[in-house]
């Protein structure tokens, strides 16, 4: 199945929600200890709770990879509640090819006078590092769910089509940079019903 460019796929851009809704809710459905785990953690007795061994390499890579994916997306749901192409934020967790294609996706989407609202549900996880004992670069695949994250017309709030969202395959490179941040370089979004 082709890749779809960013202004022709499902993904849509925009979300919803500002960005600190959009922060909790894209981090409850993807990261963080469940509530059983949280209430087990915390009864356990202090000298059980010392501080985690340090982490390796490739464990902080795989995290800072993954804290970059879902960074990216959280900032292009919050810039296309506007379809604000110039957003600042895109530039935080992208880089590349990946801002690139962010950033005309909300262009067009700003051009034809469409915002989207909601959210995608994602589901990211590591495939392979590069090299394996220092990691400067993350493959990440996804199983976004876009169902509830479509897109409307601005002038008068309607749906922009009768298109649903779904679950869709997602694959993205993320790198490290010069300042030691982690970036998306590039990533490509498959038609929905691909996972």
Do not use: I
Not at 29 to 58: F, Q, R, V, Y
Not at 139 to 151: P, Q
């Amino acid at each position: 199945m082709a890749l779809k460019s960013l202004s022709q796929q499902r993904w849509r851009t925009g979300a919803a929600m500002a960005l600190p809704a959009a922060a909790a809710f894209l981090m409850a459905g993807c990261s963080g200890p469940s509530p059983a785990e949280t209430n087990t953690s915390a009864s356990m007795p202090s000298t059980l709770s010392s501080a985690p061994p340090p982490a390796s390499p490739d464990n902080s890579a795989k995290t800072k990879a993954l804290a970059a994916y879902r960074g990216m997306w959280q900032d292009f749901v919050a810039a296309g509640q506007s379809s604000d192409w110039q957003s600042p934020t895109l530039g935080q967790y992208a880089t590349g090819v990946a801002l690139t294609n962010l950033s005309r996706g909300l262009y067009a989407d700003h051009y034809n006078g469409l915002v989207t609202k909601g959210a995608p549900v994602l589901n990211p996880s590591v495939t392979s590092e590069d090299p394996v004992d220092n990691p400067k670069k993350v493959v990440v695949a996804d199983c976004g769910d876009s169902t509830h994250w479509l897109k409307y017309r601005a002038d008068n709030g309607q749906l922009a089509d009768n298109k649903p969202g779904g679950r869709q395959q997602v694959n993205a490179v993320v790198e490290k940079q010069s300042d030691s941040s982690w970036k998306v370089t590039d990533y490509g979004v498959h038609d929905v019903g691909t996972c």
